[in-house]
């Protein structure tokens, strides 16, 4: 069936999910999910530096010193969204753990369902 | 620095005159997209990401992708053969798939390389699913916008998915066509599966101008089934700017996307939400019918009545063109060999590949020529688009008899 969300139509229907998020392929799941984590470690890593060579790059067009980026004081507004921000990545980071199970075998399981 | 510019002002620019290398002729009438997001522009015909941190995290997952598939996987291969060695298999012998899986599925490389992957993608899937829903009002009102704007009609058909298509092929949460913004998903996930080396849709020009023209050189009207984003559907307008072109897709997110991309690019193609093997157009209706890896994508007896309706849907001299990644899957020389086996079970059940074991399975050449066609056999007779490798495989064609 097509659903809707409020009064719009989106023309999605229901689908048949994958169990590929219940694998554990290392025989502990602990260990997948850790795997998780530092794949995504790496691509934050990553978008971070990216900005930050893009921000450094356009700095120092305007004439501003690396000493004025360690010296910077923030607001409390700042604050604010940067901890809302950061708990997002924390998010990103770890919510997997709770959730993946490791009920199929990467091993035995190998016929999905 | 690649430079960023509209896509509208590149169709303005061309104007009517014929289109320069790698972009689009201009449709008729070209009328902005209404509600375009485009925060960040265009390169070329693909609008950037709309974060710059949702592109530095796509930009280094198509690196590690880069890494998985190519020194993490003959990493995986080598310790496959090893393994295989010890049991007094090599790669290239027949053996059963179930012995090769068992044996190999404990290796530590081999597993690494599967959970990577999978996990990778996963990753990828949630981070592009996390800007689309997360934006849920504006990127709706942006698809609403184009489904009432032309040029090009857009047709949906509300009811008609069978559950083989429902299936998260990839792990695309959702499939095609369980979420709204499966055509966003997939775009920008497969821009990832290619490496990087598709943003400009190169590798669906590459096969738009490899389809044979019929015989009388007549080319009005034609089909792309299982078009997903219309991709190779505005690429064989390019090439043939006075056909009326059409791509079908059992996705309607998937349609919406093309249609609103097309739209966007001011290309006048047509998009209808329908099933390959019941398209719903008249007999004798197309001069050409072509699909892209989609027979891989559908069960067995999908496949088949798909090849009866291209059949049926062509005109008398009309080409059939499906390519896909193994143009014979039933006759591959390595087809049941141990190495096979090992990559077979990878994509089948962690890039959930949920119809693999059906296309290997399944004769959909043989049935070109059952169902009527003359089928040349491209493989031989060297036409066609070289699908693994350049110099390897290539695809065969199916030509409807006058
Ligand atoms: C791998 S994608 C094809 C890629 C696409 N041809 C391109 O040019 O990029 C498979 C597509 O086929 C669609 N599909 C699957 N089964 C179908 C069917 N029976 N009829 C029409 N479309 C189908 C899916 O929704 C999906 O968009």
């Not at chain 1, 999910?33 to 790496?42: I, P, Y």
């Not at chain 2, 291969?77 to 090893?82: D, G, S, V």
């Not at chain 2, 081999?110 to 990127?139: C, K, P, T, V």
Request: glycine share 8%; net charge negative; hydrophobic share 35%.
């Amino acid at each position: 069936m097509a659903e809707t969300k409020g009064n719009r139509p989106t023309y999605a229907t229901d689908f048949i999910t994958t169990d590929i998020e219940k694998v554990t392929f290392f025989g502990n799941v602990h260990i997948d999910n850790m795997m998780t984590t530092l794949l995504a470690m790496g691509n934050e890593l990553w978008v971070q530096r990216k900005r930050q060579h893009i921000l450094e790059a356009l700095l120092a067009e305007k004439g501003v010193k690396p000493e004025a980026i360690e010296k910077y004081v923030a607001t409390p507004a700042q604050e604010q969204a940067w901890a809302k921000e950061r708990d997002v990545l924390v998010a990103r980071l770890w919510s997997h753990h709770d959730k993946n199970t490791g009920e199929y075998n990467f091993a035995s399981d190998w016929n999905g369902k | 620095m690649s430079k960023v510019f509209s896509r509208r002002s590149i169709m303005n620019a061309i104007g009517g005159t014929a289109a320069a290398a790698g972009f689009f002729r201009p449709g008729t009438a070209v009328a902005k997209l209404k509600k375009d997001i485009e925060p960040r522009g265009s390169n070329g015909t693909l609008e950037r990401l709309p974060t710059l941190d949702l592109d530095s995290y796509d930009d280094f997952s198509t690196a590690t992708r880069i890494w998985i598939n190519g020194d993490l996987t003959r990493a995986s291969e080598q310790r496959a053969a090893e393994i295989l060695k010890s049991h007094g298999v090599k790669p290239t012998d027949k053996v059963s798939f179930e012995d090769t899986v068992r044996w190999v599925a404990d290796d530590p490389i081999i597993a690494l390389r599967s959970a990577s992957w999978q996990r990778l993608q996963w990753h990828m899937w949630q981070e592009l699913r996390r800007e689309f829903h997360g934006n849920f009002d504006a990127y709706m009102s942006e698809l609403e916008a184009a489904d009432a704007s032309g040029p090009g009609v857009l047709e949906l058909n509300p009811g008609i998915e069978p559950e083989y298509t429902k299936h998260e092929i990839h792990m695309q949460p959702g499939g095609y066509t369980g979420d709204p913004f499966a055509g966003h998903l997939y775009h920008y996930g497969t821009n990832n599966f290619y490496n990087g080396t598709n943003h400009q849709d190169q590798r669906h020009t590459a096969l738009a101008g490899a389809v044979p023209v019929p015989a009388d050189g007549k080319v009005r009207r034609i089909l792309d089934m299982g078009c997903s984003c219309g991709q190779q559907v505005t690429a064989l307008k390019q090439r043939f700017p006075d056909a009326e072109v059409w791509g079908i897709d059992i996705g309607a997110p998937m349609v919406r996307y093309a249609h609103m991309r097309a739209v966007d690019l001011g290309i006048d193609v047509n998009f209808r939400h329908a099933l390959a093997e019941q398209t719903g157009f008249p007999d004798g209706h197309f001069d050409m019918v072509t699909s892209y890896i989609l027979h891989h994508e559908v069960t067995a007896a999908a496949s088949l009545q798909i090849v009866k309706e291209a059949h049926r849907i062509l005109r008398p001299g009309g080409v059939f063109y499906p390519v896909d990644i193994y143009p014979s899957p039933t006759n591959r020389s390595d087809h049941g060999t141990a190495i096979r086996h090992v990559r077979d079970w990878m994509t089948h059940r962690w890039n959930h590949e949920r119809w693999w074991n059906d296309y290997l399975t399944t004769d959909y050449i043989g049935e070109i020529a059952r169902v009527g066609f003359t089928l040349q056999d491209a493989a031989r007779e060297g036409v066609g688009y070289p699908m693994v490798a350049p110099g390897g495989p290539r695809n065969p064609l199916g030509i409807k008899p006058v």
